[in-house]
RNA sequence: GGGGGCAUGGCGGAACUGGUAGACGCAGCGGACUUAAAAUCCGCAGGCCGCAAGGCUGUGGGGGUUCAAGUCCCCCUGCCCCCACCA
């Protein structure tokens, strides 16, 4: 050995990625039968053609999780797969006339080969595709378990039309702007059939069960919560009354959470969508009326939930009365209440709703207290409604009670006089599935005029998709135009009937995919329960903050349907949950015209000014995007350093789950230092040193003062990088770990040799292996640990902390006078505590600054302090 | 309006159950090597005062608990995220 190689990461890193493929080293791992498994999740990709930083991002965080717990002996599942059914594809086959599955497949090729670029751990066996009918078949067959259990009903539904996709769209991809979030059409509402998922069903289930998500951020556990937002409360009737004031025999029910306050309730409030409310306008109102419910329903979304929200109704000229205190009620309608919440009705109780508040004072409805606050909130309650608890007033036989007896109560009397009940509210509505697109899964149903709707049945999945059709992206769905597609014999009475030409919402293919993963080429079942319940639950699910709420909650209710239809014995999905932050880039940004401008650009990157007016650009960082110019391109960066480099990069520069900043500056630091680490190696193998593979056996006895620090910087390494890889992920400070270890070696690397200098650089070479893969890999073959081709660095045991390594003789004693650090003492590290302070007070530290004074009072903290307090 | 989170050098970020604040890196400065530059190696580095020894000060602001607070409690300010007329 003479000329040292330069580190060449490029030729260095395709070398082993092949050789990687070739012994198949990223096949699942058997589960040693003393060992556990591990399943290690990325959220997968959506084929939009091109890898971007947060998806490397992701994918690298996962992948070192999955490289450590192979090393900890864990059989471990690591897959990908593609969410691949969408608008893009069907907007690229209507833009350019291509067939939506050839541009999905070109996309997944030209994504796989980045992926593999990064030297990911992943089994590529187990891909899925959901547009692929061996995927999509059994997502067919799902939606059959949803039907059959009854989860699964059409229903007519106000929908959100987008007219530019001509789809319908859920609510939460209209955007609070009242637009799509997709084409960024204003959104229009449309009455239409549709198929629904019954997802409120489990909303107890969904929310109580989040307590057990230990392993989740706290913030995604309180946004699905939120959204949820159950409420408790009761459903109360109000008998409606004639001219006279006769009860008409019918009443109006209404949802509260203060049962409390219904003495205050001084009129009924209805939501003008509410289909009662023909029925209740008097004659003399019916012309005002119809002119308000007009004008609410031409109202966007986007002036309903204005800034300021105005409150405006108007009476129907009817009237209910208060079951509680008899008292008559005029009904109104108003754009305030909701027709989907509750039962789409309200009581008024001005006094203590602060929205009842405002619409009352607006039409002059009257007040009446009777609540009083706490005298310590009383100054608070002083302005507007009261809306906390209280002592009741004005309220007949419940005056006097707290707000909390009085709900009892007050339910009770309902109950037993049959005009209430207890009752639970959500937020949460069910889940609209029905989708009139063509690059989606078919809903595997028939309509017949005589048996209604059929399930298609399971022989004859999967329903596919019809090649050649008509995506114009014009009149509506493309596959009710295909008339010999849907055109089909009824399943039960053979008479001709109708496919169903919906296509399902993507989010019902990617809440599932994670189950597949376990058994991805069963032609017979989506899975057999026995892979299932043995990979799953996923122990470490990586992925975006923006899946936060949708995916993440569909996922669970998948689940526990799954799991109450016996087929599979576990009841949520993901164990532990990490939220990557985003990967932002340095952002130049015109302030006068508010452009953005490319750093291609830009002359001075001191002086940053537009290069068509000159004038001086704000910087920030933001999250990369092609509009902003400020992307920043995977593949580009591992062109030019390696994958190796960009790994350590992402790791390094900002812990997982906060938002990273691109920086040249830190990824040409990153590059230094695999650098320094190759000459490091370099520079021992000049000397002749070798790793033994055999167990390294150290005397510890014999070791120079050098080898023993060096063997304790190995094993402080080595136990704070297991730290910080062992569920708390902190990437950012292994890293750090390892460049103290590589800066150790190198001050020892002239003093140690032998057993103690292979433990280093065994150590070294083990710890940096989930980082670097193929660095590590390179590594381990120069120092002749690889000879025979078959001892992968990957395939080595992660290393043990030996405690004798890390004991001291002396530690460093701070002294403290008055709490202030004064400077510090080595003492011995099994020094007692009288002895402690003995050394302490006789220290020069103390003389000087008690000025021979006795301290009052002496804290001794073993290990780390004595405090001297004068 | 409701809920959640964050605030530490020029920058990204460290800091165990309260116990030497600023690890590690980036940018910077000084030195070595070089004809020179790059690379590499050695060193310096929160701020203020001081030639130095050293001292004072310092984790968004204000109060508190404690021998001791970045860390715990209360109030305030600023920023980010989610939900939002949910009765």
Redesign the pocket.
């Given at each position: 050995m003479s000329e040292s190689p330069r580190y060449l990461p490029q030729a260095l890193e395709a070398h082993w990625q092949q050789r990687w493929r070739d012994t198949d080293l990223h096949a699942t791992g058997v589960t040693p039968a003393d060992g556990g498994s591990f399943y290690a999740l990325s959220m997968f990709p959506y084929p939009s053609g091109n890898l971007h930083m947060g998806h490397v991002r992701n994918y690298v965080i996962t992948d070192v999780i999955a490289r450590v717990q192979r090393m900890r002996g864990q059989g471990v599942l690591h897959p990908m797969g593609w969410d691949a059914f969408g608008l893009p594809a069907e907007n690229a086959a209507i833009e350019r006339g291509i067939d939506p599955g050839f541009w999905t497949d070109q996309n997944i090729a030209s994504m796989r080969a980045q992926l593999q670029r990064l030297g990911l751990s992943i089994d590529w066996d187990r891909e899925i595709t959901t547009c692929h009918s061996d995927y999509y078949h059994w997502t067919q067959w799902l939606f059959l378990q949803f039907l059959d259990a009854g989860l699964a009903y059409q229903k007519d539904a106000s929908v959100n039309w987008d007219p530019v996709d001509n789809t319908v769209l859920a609510?939460?991809q209209v955007d609070?702007a009242g637009r799509s979030w997709r084409s960024g059409a204003l959104v229009e509402k449309r009455q239409l059939r549709q198929w629904f998922l019954n997802i409120t069903a489990y909303a107890d289930q969904l929310l109580d069960d989040l307590a057990k998500l230990d392993g989740w951020p706290?913030?995604v556990r309180?946004?699905q919560a939120?959204?949820i937002?159950r409420?408790t409360?009761a459903e109360l009737q109000f008998p409606l009354v004639d001219g006279e004031g006769q009860p008409s025999g019918t009443h109006i029910r209404i949802?509260?959470?203060?049962p409390d306050t219904i003495y205050g309730a001084t009129y009924l409030v209805l939501?003008p969508e509410n289909p009662l409310v023909p029925r209740l306008t008097s004659l003399a109102q019916q012309a005002p009326v119809q002119d308000f419910c007009n004008q609410v329903s031409r109202q966007s979304e986007q002036e309903?939930?204005a800034e300021a929200?105005?409150?405006r109704g108007v009476a129907l000229g009817s009237s209910v009365r208060n079951p509680a205190s008899g008292e008559l009620m005029p009904i109104w309608i108003a754009?305030?209440?909701?027709a989907d919440?509750?039962t789409?009705a309200?009581m008024g109780?001005p006094a203590h709703?602060q929205?009842d508040f405002v619409f009352a004072s607006q039409y002059e409805l009257p007040l009446r207290r009777v609540i009083v606050p706490p005298t310590s909130d009383r100054d608070a309650a002083g302005e507007g409604a009261w809306t906390g608890s209280g002592v009741l007033v004005n309220s007949g036989r419940f005056s006097g009670l707290s707000s909390e007896a009085a709900t009892a109560a007050i339910l009770t009397a309902a109950q037993q006089e049959g005009w209430g009940e207890p009752r639970t509210?959500y937020?949460l509505r069910d889940w609209l599935i029905s989708r009139q697109r063509y690059w989606g899964c078919p809903i595997p149903v028939i309509h017949c005029d005589e048996c209604g709707t059929m399930p298609v049945p399971q022989s004859q999945l999967p329903v596919l998709l019809p090649e050649g059709a008509n995506l114009a992206g014009k009149g509506g769905s493309p596959l009710a135009q295909i008339e010999a597609w849907w055109t089909v014999d009824c399943p039960q009475c053979g008479k001709q009937a109708r496919r169903e030409t919906d296509t399902m919402d993507t989010f019902m293919c990617s809440s599932w995919y994670f189950l597949r993963y376990s058994d991805p080429h069963n032609t017979e079942l989506p899975f057999k329960r026995e892979l299932v319940d043995h990979w799953l639950p996923v122990d470490q699910y990586v992925g975006g903050?923006e899946h936060a709420?949708l995916h993440l909650l569909y996922a669970r209710f998948f689940t526990k349907v799954l799991r109450d239809r016996g087929l599979l014995g576990f009841d949520e999905p993901f164990k532990r949950l990490l939220t990557q932050g985003m990967v932002q880039a340095l952002t130049y940004k015109n302030p006068q015209s508010g452009k953005y401008v490319s750093p291609d650009d830009i002359a001075d990157p001191a002086d940053p000014r537009d290069p068509l007016s000159g004038v001086p650009l704000v910087t920030f960082y933001e999250k990369m995007s092609k509009s902003k110019y400020n992307g920043v391109d995977p593949s580009r960066v591992i062109e030019r350093y390696g994958a190796d480099t960009a790994r350590m990069f992402i790791l390094?520069?900002?812990?997982p789950e906060?938002?990273?900043?691109w920086?040249d500056?830190?990824v040409?630091?990153q590059y230094?230092?695999l650098?320094?680490i190759w000459?490091l190696v370099d520079a021992a193998c000049q000397r002749g040193l070798q790793i033994e593979i055999k167990p390294i056996e150290i005397d510890s006895r014999s070791l120079s003062d050098a080898e023993v620090e060096l063997r304790r910087a190995v094993h402080t390494a080595i136990a704070a990088i297991s730290e910080d890889l062992c569920g708390d992920y902190?990437f950012?400070?292994a890293?750090?770990e390892l460049?103290?270890l590589s800066?150790a070696m190198?001050?020892h690397q002239e003093s140690a040799s032998g057993p103690v200098a292979c433990e280093a650089f065994a150590s070294l070479i083990i710890l940096l292996a989930p980082f670097a893969p193929h660095l590590a890999e390179e590594l381990w073959l120069r120092m002749g640990a690889n000879q025979s081709g078959e001892n992968s660095v990957h395939l080595q045991t992660w290393p043990r902390v030996d405690p004798t390594a890390l004991a001291k003789e002396t530690i460093?004693l701070?002294i403290?006078v008055?709490?202030k650090?004064?400077g510090?003492l080595q003492v011995p590290v099994d020094a007692d505590l009288a002895s402690l302070e003995e050394l302490a007070l006789r220290s020069e530290i103390a003389e000087k600054w008690l000025e021979g004074k006795a301290p009052s009072?002496v804290?001794v903290?073993p290990g780390?302090?004595v405090?001297l307090?004068p």
């Open positions: 609510n939460e609070s706290e913030r309180t946004m939120n959204w937002g409420s409360g949802f509260t959470t203060r939501a309903r939930t929200i105005p409150k754009d305030y209440v909701l919440y509750g789409g309200v109780v709703d929205r509210s937020r903050i709420i390094f520069k900002a812990p906060k938002d990273l900043e920086d500056a830190d040409e630091g230094r230092f650098n320094r000459r902190q950012n400070t890293i750090a460049m103290k800066n190198h001050t460093p701070v403290q008055k709490g650090v004064r510090s009072r804290i903290v780390r302090l405090n307090v």
